[in-house]
């Protein structure tokens, strides 16, 4: 079979072209997708789940959404519904292919006693503390636990004991019997089957026995037909213990794991279990806040799945460990909003310009483009009056040097409008500060009118002061002011937040078409970046928009040089 071969652009692709060819599995392509519901998928798992579903849809094959949920004590409802909410968003569809290991309890039990009667596991009595004694170390091999030549019966009553709750909580185990002197710890007798008296979200109280991940997976992508079953890196050394249970227990199904290189990228964390942390201290807004590299947190932010996934695309797929810088991250969802977003007028900190010689009471209503590079998304027109809003930094009372922008005499553009000149600054009697410009326009000036020619560098977002919206814009920095490694053990990760990761400006002008924002459209809001309503504390009275990413791209200006 080659017609569905596709040319090759990663390694687990050869694979999966070698096994067509080879009429492997008939030729089948069937992934799946398991995460354990213990936590809110980050962009790590966006990875996986692009790349699980991406080789499905391009071999036109199969992936399933399965639930990892043998471990009860960390594992909630809530969990397992943003996961699916998540991989939806995504876009990515499992049909009716949604699965939980639990679903295979009995199943995995019964491969255990499988086992036990091949005398390939035995129920062990050691505490954790002689167990870890036994095992060996990594230059060192093991020894053999005494319960290792308990008899098949003796097993098999122990086991069924432990099934039906006869021991206490870490009593015993059951383990596989395979070699402790393997130079792969992995293979040193592993646990099974442990005792643990937890309500589980889906069985309840049926079992006080739980499978370990090691051993109800393999049986799990068996029984659901997987052909490949693509993990990350660090099951490398697990792979001969998944395909001994393959073998052992004599499986219908003979998936083949592959591993693949787990994402990392500069200033965030990627482990659930230092997100929870940062949840449940309170460090961040919940699961979704905005700063979070989860992707209920990258969609509130603004980000789109189109932008994800052709991050995901980018990096590639890799088979050594490596951090993606996250300026290419940004430059993924610049790309897509450049083309997506309306632009729009927005005055983060405002200072009040009044127009002198402009008609009291009159409003224009001035035509603009919604966004210059798709003609398609039509026009709007935005109001100007004697008096409008701009930015408290497009001011210097005492210019520096190339200062292009308003300064006592000089002249600039408003963007759409007219140019302006500053006549005059009129400061806080007490504390100095300008709170106020007076201009003058030229009527000569209008923009599109093309009757002047005359040149100004400086050209000025603004917003007309009485139909201007009140909002607030929230500025984000990186939670992580360095570069965090996700390895486990190593620095207490909390010293590198940013104490300065959140701005919120309260009392921003936008202009009035942003009154009919959604959180769905996305905004470019000229010369600050690309932005998004907040879906969560946007209220009627105060709309709060998030900046996805700033207008500056540093991963193109660096592939460039
Ligand atoms: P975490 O350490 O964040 O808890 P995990 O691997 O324990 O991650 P799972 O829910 O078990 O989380 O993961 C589901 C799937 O997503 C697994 O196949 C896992 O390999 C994959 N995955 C998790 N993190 C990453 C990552 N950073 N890059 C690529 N794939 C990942
Ligand atoms: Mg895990």
Redesign the pocket.
Known sequence: MTTNTIISSNFIENIINEDLKNNKNNSRVHTR????P??YL?I??A??ICLNFGIAKEYKGLCNLRF?DTNPSKEEVEYVDSIQEDVKWLGFDWDERMFYASDYFEQIYECAVKLIKAEKAYVCDLSPQEMREYRGTLTEPGKNSPYRNRSIAENLELFEGMRAGKFADGARVLRAKIDMSSPNVNLRDPILYRIMRAEHHRTGNAWCIYPMYDFAHPISDALEGITHS???LE?EDHRPLYDWLISSLEMESRPQQIE?A???VTNMV????K?RQLVEEGLVDGWDDPRMPTISGLRRRGYTPEAIRDFCERIGVAKSNSTVDIAMLEHCIREDLNSKALRAMAVLRPLKVIITNYPEGQVEQLETENNPEQPEMGNRTIPFSREIYIEQDDFMEIPIKKFFRLAPGQEVRLKNAYFIKCEEVIKDPETGEVIELRCTYDPETKSGSGTSTRKVKGTLHWVSAPQAIKAEVRLYDYLLSEEEN?EEGEKDFKKDINPNSLERLTSCMVEPSLLQATKEQRYQFLRQGYFCLDGKDSTAELPVFNRVVGLRDSWAKAQKA
């Open positions: 997708f398991p995460p354990e213990n936590g980050h790590g798992h990875k996986s990892d693509i993990c990350t099951f693949f787990r994402l990392n990627m482990s659930k279990r997100l996700t």
